[in-house]
């Protein structure tokens, strides 16, 4: 019976070889694309499951408004973590993490710049159990100037040597005693840190102060452990040390109701670990982590591409019904049974499926390199592992049923009596289905290709966008304090150069991943015990050049001058900050003030800074464009030390380059020259915007084309059945011209209806998508008519090619047979 079966279904497939193998070709790359998105959405769904009690770890973030601004981060105040323990009881053991930047690292002579360091607590390997190929977890981080560091890091500078016991001298000051070595944190974690640093070296790590928040916090709860209640208890114990803080720094007769009732708000809440990389994306981030809604998209297109590939199935399989008519008739009137053809159906469909399942391995093994290089990933195919073929296996008949199962039921239900006859009427009843089914395809495409549009017009428009700053041309210097007291020398040196237009030494620049600070100020005079008075600001420390270099619009007032001594108390703020502030009359000359207590000693009413507004500049974009601008403060920092910044006029970036680095190494030997373009990490922003949307393109890309492929073998196999209707047509003097027309207005009218439907819930989709930018796009009708221009051009393409065949056939060769 198998022989049987196999053998028709050769015959079948052999007969219309083209359009089959169309077919196996279309079903294997729609298969090929779906194993691809299930390995993605398995490695994202993976995160930070590998470490031991994942599910019982949570990680403390803060919602604070104070000030005018609102706040929702990864930080907590220090004291924090040890109080977790101490008060409540369901927490068996805390950490705290915190992040000072990269660090120049030697064993020697010569440094290397390592930006995966961070200081954490000595419980880090209570919470986080992590494997130690090295040393002991026993006190492996209980003493200032001791680290862990990862087997990466040990093969670096100990190859074949044990780590344990020797010391790594850090940003050439600070000698570190290796006490462990750690397997390497795998990628698919939120953090992946190669060295970790004892954080009892840090002052700060020891305060008592909780209105700072600068650390990260995660604890380990018991499994019995509610999470709402703990959150509750949390809120009681904030309040009790929230409340001498305020005092002291507000006065004694100062209420946390009081400071409730201006709008201000101080919450922490727990976040579960496994949470973080798709549900989280909070000020502090160690990376940057991937969305739910991205994993939603991606499953959804990997349906459709494979809903479109059974579609083409189904059309073509419904279409070429009237070639295996009479065999169905035949059969019958010889005593077969409606079931005995739906299982020779469906098995030639479980058969192709199997096919295209094992063709689709190889074509995913194709593409998946590309795909890893496009979406920054390191995936590979699960060939050694059994459970794998076990999956395989089972889509294989989970797709030949949705493909084959309407067919069959169709193909079998066929009269013997009219279709030996030659009435095969009722294969038209497949026509409405089958046109059904075409919409659907091009209802997806449109969708995808207007997704795709409005994703790279935003993204465009973020590039493009007037930020209030210049960030082309402009080359960034790091690591400023591996020049000593050679950093005003070295910029002195460069500006001597006529390649170079501006140069500005500062702790910050407005993009991503350079040092920042918020402080509560308030105009002098003004009582602070009314919480309105109070402006949370950004505070950067910036030299004379700053807002010259970077292309900044003073609006009000001027610009920082050496002309001018008293600039070292001066400031210059934003536009945002006027407002925040809402001074009686002019900004300028006015005096604002702040506490000048750190995040050691904490917060005094007695100890405060009085500075001077001397400028107002527009105000620009420094977080993401999803963000209002928030309110800035610029002072003179006379010795910064984070980054040196130049503006260069030529279009050749090789010599500025090149000049940088030679003054470096002859200011700092042996000290690492690290350098990044400004426009550049503006970009690497909305790196992963950028990376979905390419990977989105090129997914719709695969799914139109699967679509056309369909359309393709359905058109031709259309002009097939009416070979002889256009022989007529064309021995009547019908132009090839009309004889086009009349073989796609068919395909062109349910296109038509296809964007109808697609049209509003492609709109409404990125509609919400876009509610996450603040400032975005406006989603025009041109937008909307050129996404059914996209798709309609392709597919009159493609039915173009065949029904130009097909009208261009000898009317001779097409009769021949009458």
């Not at 002991?136 to 044990?162: H, R, V, Y």
């Not at 305020?246 to 496994?274: C, H, I, R």
């Not at 993401?624 to 279009?651: C, H, R, W």
């Amino acid at each position: 019976m198998l022989k049987n079966i196999l053998k028709i279904a050769f015959r079948s497939f052999w007969k219309t070889k083209s359009i089959s193998i169309i077919n196996v070709l279309g079903l294997s790359l729609g298969i090929a694309l779906c194993l691809i998105i299930a390995l993605f959405v398995h490695n994202e769904l993976s995160y930070d499951r590998h470490f031991p009690n994942s599910e019982r770890i949570y990680r403390v973030t803060s919602d604070i408004v104070f000030g005018g601004n609102a706040f929702n981060m990864t930080f907590a105040p220090a004291p924090m973590a040890e109080a977790l323990v101490e008060e409540i009881p369901e927490v068996e053991a805390s950490v705290h993490f915190r992040n000072q930047g990269s660090f120049l690292i030697k064993r020697f002579d010569d440094n290397i710049k390592e930006g995966k360091v961070i200081f954490v607590g000595q419980n880090f390997l209570d919470v986080f159990d992590i494997p130690l190929v090295q040393g002991s977890k026993q006190g492996a981080l209980d003493k200032p100037n001791t680290m862990l560091i990862s087997q990466t890091m040990a093969d670096k500078f100990f190859k074949g040597e044990n780590a344990v016991g020797q010391s790594l001298v850090l940003d050439n000051k600070e000698d570190y005693k290796i006490t462990g070595v750690y397997e390497d944190i795998p990628e698919n974690s939120h953090f992946n840190f190669h060295v970790l640093l004892a954080a009892e070296g840090l002052p700060e790590a020891k305060s008592g102060h909780w209105l700072g928040n600068n650390f990260q916090t995660y604890i380990l709860v018991n499994p019995n452990a509610d999470k709402s209640e703990m959150e509750q208890k949390i809120a009681v114990m904030t309040e009790k040390h929230l409340t001498p803080m305020l005092k002291q720094v507000m006065g004694e007769d100062f209420t946390v109701e009081q400071f409730k009732a201006s709008g201000n708000k101080v919450e922490y809440s727990l976040q579960p670990l496994l949470d973080i990389h798709l549900y989280s994306d909070l000020l502090g981030e160690f990376k940057v982590n991937f969305s739910i809604t991205y994993i939603y998209l991606f499953v959804a297109i990997a349906v459709f591409i494979l809903l479109i590939a059974c579609i083409n199935f189904m059309n073509l399989a419904t279409a070429k019904s009237s070639n295996r008519a009479k065999e169905v008739g035949v059969r019958k009137s010889m005593g077969s049974g409606r079931g005995d053809l739906i299982f020779q159906f469906m098995a030639e469909t479980f058969l192709m499926s199997f096919i295209s399942f094992i063709l689709a391995v190889f074509i995913a093994s194709i593409l998946l390199p590309f795909f890893n290089v496009l979406a920054s990933r390191n995936l590979s195919l699960p060939l050694g592992e059994i459970e794998f073929y076990s999956w395989l296996l089972i889509g294989a008949m989970l797709v030949g049923l949705i493909a084959g199962i309407y067919p069959a039921v169709f193909l079998s239900g066929f009269k013997p009596a009219k279709v030996l006859k030659g009435d095969i009427s009722n294969g038209m009843k497949s026509s409405t289905v089958r046109s059904s089914l075409v919409v659907f395809q091009f209802s997806i495409s449109i969708i995808l290709i207007f997704c795709t549009i409005v994703l790279f017009s935003q993204m465009n428009f973020i590039q493009n966008k007037n930020l209030g700053f210049n960030k082309d041309q402009i080359v960034m210097v790091h690591d400023l304090y591996a020049l000593g007291n050679q950093k005003q020398a070295f910029k002195q040196e460069i500006l001597g150069s006529s390649l170079i237009e501006k140069g500005t030494l500062s702790g910050f620049l407005p993009v991503s991943g350079t040092n920042r600070s918020d402080n509560p100020w308030w105009v002098m005079g003004r009582d602070i015990q009314d919480q309105e008075n109070m402006v949370s600001i950004q505070n950067w420390s910036v030299d004379f050049d700053y807002v010259k270099t970077l292309g900044m619009k003073v609006v009000h007032g001027r610009d920082f001058s050496m002309d001018f001594p008293s600039d070292s108390s001066a400031v210059i703020i934003n536009e945002s900050a006027v407002r925040n502030f809402n001074f009686e009359g002019d900004p300028i000359g006015q005096k604002i003030t702040t506490f000048t207590g750190d995040n050691v000693s904490g917060l005094n009413k007695d100890d405060l800074e009085v500075r001077t507004v001397i400028g107002v500049v527009e105000n620009f974009h420094f977080e993401s464009l999803k963000e209002n601008i928030g309110a800035v403060l610029m002072y003179v920092d006379p010795n910064p030390t984070g980054i040196a910044s130049f503006k260069f006029g030529t279009q050749d970036a090789k010599e500025v380059l090149q000049l940088l680095e030679s003054k470096w190494k002859e200011l700092a030997p042996g000290q690492p020259f690290n350098y990044e373009f400004l426009d550049e990490r503006f970009a690497s922003m909305y790196a992963s915007e950028t990376r979905i949307g390419k990977v989105f393109a090129a997914f719709t890309g695969f799914a139109i084309f699967i679509a056309c492929m369909g359309l393709f073998a359905l058109t031709a196999f259309t002009a097939e059945q009416r070979r002889k209707e256009i022989g007529i047509r064309k021995a009547l003097g019908a132009s090839v011209s009309s004889l086009v027309l009349l073989l796609s207005k068919e395909f062109t009218k349910l296109v038509l209806v296809a964007f109808v439907i697609a049209a509003p819930l492609a709109w409404w989709g990125m509609s919400k998508w876009l509610e996450d930018y603040t400032y975005r796009i406006d989603l025009g009708l041109e937008t909307v008519l050129f996404a059914i221009g996209i798709v309609m051009l392709i597919a009159w393409s493609v039915m173009g090619i065949q029904s130009l065949r097909a009208a261009s056939t000898n009317p001779v060769d097409s009769l021949r047979g009458e």
